[in-house]
């Protein structure tokens, strides 16, 4: 049987949600099964799959004691991921997209940089890839340890640590009565602020251990009106932040700003989404004297400032000649 243990190793569990990824899922589940860390509580969430997805999840299940199959009804990513939340019995969890793949020595790392740093959340790099992963090699640089305020401006300025879910692993304990919100996108970064305010610290491992795949039928990859969801959930998190901790509005204003000119470009030019346009570029001029004026901003949105500052046409004439 696949999946010995070791009693005296540290349980991780591993939620993998599952919703139609049929020709992907293998690999995902090759790249678990071959953990160096092997004392695992694997959660298949099989959202409702239409596919063969659900018969390959039972199938790694039956011949490995550590994998564990749910199925419910289609539900979306945040519902699967608070299923295997709400079951998870480890003492830390990691996340990984069932079309995603980790290198062997992911969760071990992972966990080894946790306990030396004596920190609750640990991250490794990540890359993208479409079609075959790029073999693992071992970085040379150093592991960064950050504050939760450091790792907060970090997110939230867009610099090294994502707002990601995958590509980490946190202490069980910070999901206490903190669940991912349904029936919406941009799920990771509601959370995102609540983990990293209660975690004591942060450590980035420089190793490449997670692989993103890239795709196009991705719930990402093309423009729904869904994706408004990111302004509803940042603009939420602004008012929050100035009432409890203003410290961190610049980071997080910065991150709005960001995201206004992201969904603006993507709307500017379609008449059926000229209020979607109109919230953003609303949000664009309210904020972009106070971000403008921030030293820590990243390049590309002091240049959308700069660019806007004439009006709505020169953004407009920039997208046309960028495309």
């Known amino acids: 049987m696949e999946g010995e243990v070791t009693a005296t190793q540290p349980l991780v569990t591993v939620i993998v949600p599952i919703y139609n990824v049929e020709p992907y899922l293998p690999l995902c589940l090759d790249s678990i099964v071959a953990q160096t860390h092997t004392r ?9 799959s239409t596919d063969g997805s659900a018969a390959i999840a039972n199938d790694y299940a039956a011949r490995d004691s550590r994998m564990h199959v749910v199925h419910q009804p289609n539900a979306g ?6 299923i295997g939340l709400r079951l998870a019995t480890g003492q830390y969890i990691t996340m ?3 079309d995603d793949c980790i290198a062997p020595t992911f969760v071990q790392t992972l966990l ?9 959340i640990a991250v490794a790099a990540w890359t993208r890839f479409e079609e075959t992963p790029p073999a693992f090699q071992r970085s040379r640089g150093e592991v960064e340890v950050y504050t939760s305020d450091e790792a907060i401006n970090d997110v939230f300025y867009q610099r090294r640590i994502t707002n990601s879910a995958c590509s ?4 069980a304990s910070l999901f206490n009565n903190l669940r991912f919100p349904e029936g919406m996108l941009y799920e990771d970064l509601a959370v995102v602020y609540p983990l990293l305010r209660r975690a004591n610290r942060v450590a980035f491992h420089p190793d490449v251990a997670y692989f ?3 795709r196009a039928s991705s719930i990402l990859g093309h423009f729904t009106p869904e994706r408004v969801h990111v302004l509803d959930i940042l603009e939420r998190l602004e008012v929050q932040v100035a009432a409890e901790a203003p410290q961190f509005l610049p980071a997080v204003r ?4 960001s995201a206004y000119f992201n969904i603006y470009l993507l709307c500017c030019d379609k008449p059926e989404y000229a209020p979607v346009a109109r919230r953003c570029w609303q949000g664009i001029c ?3 004297r106070s971000c403008l004026l921030d030293s820590q901003i990243r390049l590309k949105n002091r240049a959308g400032i700069l660019m806007s500052l004439p009006g709505r046409w020169s953004v407009r004439l920039a997208k046309r000649i960028l495309n």
């Open 77 to 82: 990513l945040s519902a699967a991921r608070n």
């Open 286 to 288: 309210r904020l972009r």
């Open 112 to 120: 080894e940089t946790l306990v030396r740093h004596q920190a609750d």
């Open 168 to 171: 980490r692993l946190f202490k």
């Open 254 to 257: 910065s991150r709005c700003l």
């Open 212 to 214: 993103y795949r890239r």
């Open 96 to 98: 990984v997209d069932s």
């Open 40 to 48: 695992l509580e694997v959660l298949l969430v099989d959202d409702g």
